[in-house]
């Protein structure tokens, strides 16, 4: 299957304390950036001259924390006002966001979860699609890891595919949700993924997470991807055809071999089931 992505490739998520190690690379592996609208409006002096130079060097997409889609205090217009000009200044390639919430009547500093309910799909789906409108672009809608489902009506993939197909938006999949929430809520992750819309999906996230215990885990991109989370990325590619994909490191950040072996295991992988589309095609 092709797919009119925003961005090819490798990618990965830049962070200031990468900054340095990643701008003294010759040959980094990756193909593209990703960062967080917020974390970088307004910024302007040397920082601003640093990250420019990533701009220019990378193909970039931004990946929002604080719009808060799900919740029920007005959208923010003022806040994607500054992401639409950021988006616009550094040639940026696309939009996403969490389908979540994050704030009532100030921020909880946290990606709560919305029920799986109808009247959350209009709703979701409604604020979704001022806000393409407002950016005049599509945006993309991660599902997010959830340690409670109050409410719920419908499960996790019915509501993920209602408000894709209501907002009439893409997907930003994320593989290491689908595996950290198949554990904790006891279904197949790889049941999920093939039951996506893969003509959606704009991009992928890979990451690595914290086993508080064998039934539950934690979603926190501090630590090295494991097998079955690769695996489920195979399974995507399978599935859907090579998606570009990005890995989230947040904190823990490893040392430049252990960082770059992991976006060029991605890039194997890529490498690997495209040569098998080519025998195919």
């Known amino acids: 299957m092709n797919h009119k992505t925003p961005v090819s490739g490798v990618g990965l998520g830049l962070r200031r304390a990468l900054m340095g190690p990643l701008s003294r690379a010759e040959s980094p592996p990756f193909d593209f950036m990703e960062v967080a609208p917020e974390n970088w409006i307004p910024m302007g002096g040397r920082l601003g001259k640093e990250f420019r130079k990533f701009t220019e060097r990378f193909p970039f997409v931004t990946h929002g924390l604080s719009l808060s889609l799900g919740g029920p205090e007005p959208l923010d217009f003022e806040l994607l006002g500054s992401i639409k000009t950021f988006l616009r200044e550094h040639d940026i390639r696309r939009y996403t966001e969490h389908l979540s919430y994050c704030s009532d009547h100030g921020h909880l500093y946290d990606l709560m979860p919305i029920p799986f309910t109808e009247e959350a799909v209009h709703y979701v789906a409604g604020r979704v699609r001022q806000v393409q409108d407002f950016l005049e672009q599509p945006i993309g809608i991660e599902h997010v890891s959830y340690y409670a489902a109050p409410g719920s009506q419908m499960s996790e993939l019915e509501f993920v595919n209602a408000v894709l197909q209501e907002a009439d938006c893409e997907l930003?999949?994320?593989?290491?949700?689908?595996?950290v929430n198949s554990i904790n809520h006891g279904y197949d992750p790889k049941a999920f993924i093939s039951g996506l819309p893969g003509e959606r999906i704009c991009y992928v996230h890979i990451?690595?997470?914290?086993?508080?215990?064998?039934?539950?885990?934690v979603d926190t991109h501090g630590a090295a991807v494991i097998d079955p989370v690769w695996e489920l990325l195979q399974h995507a590619y399978r599935e859907f055809g090579v998606l570009p994909t990005l890995l989230e490191r947040d904190f823990n950040f490893p040392g430049?071999?252990?960082?770059?072996?992991?976006?060029?295991?991605?890039?194997r992988y890529q490498q690997q089931y495209a040569a098998k589309e080519r025998k195919l095609g």
Do not use: Q, W
């Open 207 to 217: 990451a690595g997470h914290f086993d508080e215990a064998d039934d539950l885990k």
């Open 256 to 267: 430049e071999d252990e960082l770059f072996g992991e976006l060029r295991e991605i890039g």
């Open 172 to 179: 930003l999949l994320d593989v290491n949700n689908a595996y």
